[in-house]
């Protein structure tokens, strides 16, 4: 069997790079679906997950994007040696509507075969989540930002992408079993190993406009998820948040950021509270003392956690239905070197005493400042249900900035 194509037959490369392409799909499409499937068990607010559940769970989402990645460069290769290639003729030329709608789905194939992996791979760099991808090469891309928008963005035009995949694999199988049970022509026995009694084919132009028709069938299956809303943000659903009210404060914050950052399996992941509020009372001294109070209240349901936020929501974690808010109700004093504040933090219904360092920079009547903490999740019983450190840490770290301006 010849390495090269010729008009009647595909060589050995070819033939190879059919059937690994065949396989690599055929491993990750069933792969993705059940692992998807467990996921949205895990991101249900309303089930328990299990360390074992978690752990299982992103095995397969690392299997589904190694293999993912595999087909991406697969094709690129592929794509590049069909054009040092003779193309083989059509068997069924004559055919016209037929051949027409056989090139246009090799098209949409090709098409395909880079754009559902590389869709998914902009999404797994530009989300903050698990499954990592098995190579050694680094989880990021390249001017591909950490970013919940262009993650979400990303997740449903690999959605569309793979179902216009499957739409064309289907398509593709069904001619090849078509011309090989109802033609009984060679279609299919010259893609198969070994040499194929393919007639020779007339001559034949092939034309660009079954791309042109495919390129159609891209902006019909966008616009499609445009008009269905497929492209709303909804970040695996909304959870319901408390509103807070607007407090009473001596120092008035104009903006600020409170976020959390947390390993899962082995890779750091971070989110911001949308939603907090924060009364202060402040007077600078010279001495090391107290010198104020602050009482902070946020809205667990304003968490933004990256691909585990709605898992973050659950009962065995904030369970945001039971604990909506979390407080901290602290004083605040200068010491020899900063600031500290030191009070109770309530999470669920554990309340610890807790001392949060912080730096302070007043210019008059503004103030920025900037603290961070380490807390231990455990000690409000957070994750109970994953009580060793293989799929989450213990280690919470709390970060928090803000700009404020006194009150006149």
Partial sequence: ????????????????????TALLILTALPLGWVAESMAHAIYDPSI???????ARAARLFSLHKTIGITVFFVALARILWALTQTKPGLLNAENKPEAFAAE?????LYGSLVLVPLSGWVHHAAAEGFAPILWPFGQNLPLVPKSAHLAELTANLHWLFMWTLVGALALHIMGALKHHIVDKDSTLRRMLPGRSDAPQPPDQHHSMVPALAAAIVWVGVLSGGWM??????DAHGETDATELTEVQSDWKVQEGNLSISITQLGSPVTGTFADWTAAITFDETDDPGLAGSVDVTVAIGSLS????????????????????????????????????ARGPLTIRDKTLDVVL?????????????????????????????MPAEDSLAFAVTVSVELTATESE
């Avoid at 929501?313 to 239905?321: E, H, P, R, V």
């Avoid at 912080?358 to 603290?371: P, Q, R, S, V």
């Avoid at 903490?373 to 409000?380: H, M």
């Fill in 48 to 54: 328990a997950s299990t360390e074992e559940d978690i």
């Fill in 104 to 108: 246009t789905v090799h098209w949409l």
């Fill in 357 to 385: 360092p912080f730096t302070l920079d007043i210019e008059d009547d503004t103030a920025n400042m900037a603290g961070e903490l380490e807390l231990n999740r455990l000690d409000f019983d957070v994750g109970k249900s």
């Fill in 1 to 20: 069997m010849p390495l090269t194509n010729t008009i009647s037959s595909y060589g050995g490369v070819t033939k190879a790079f059919h059937w690994l």
């Fill in 228 to 233: 269905t809303g497929t492209f709303d943000d």
């Fill in 305 to 340: 956690l990256g691909t585990v936020t709605d898992q973050a929501m659950g009962a065995d974690f904030f369970d945001n239905a039971q604990f909506p808010t979390a407080q901290f109700s602290a004083d605040l004093y200068k010491t020899d070197e900063g600031y500290e």
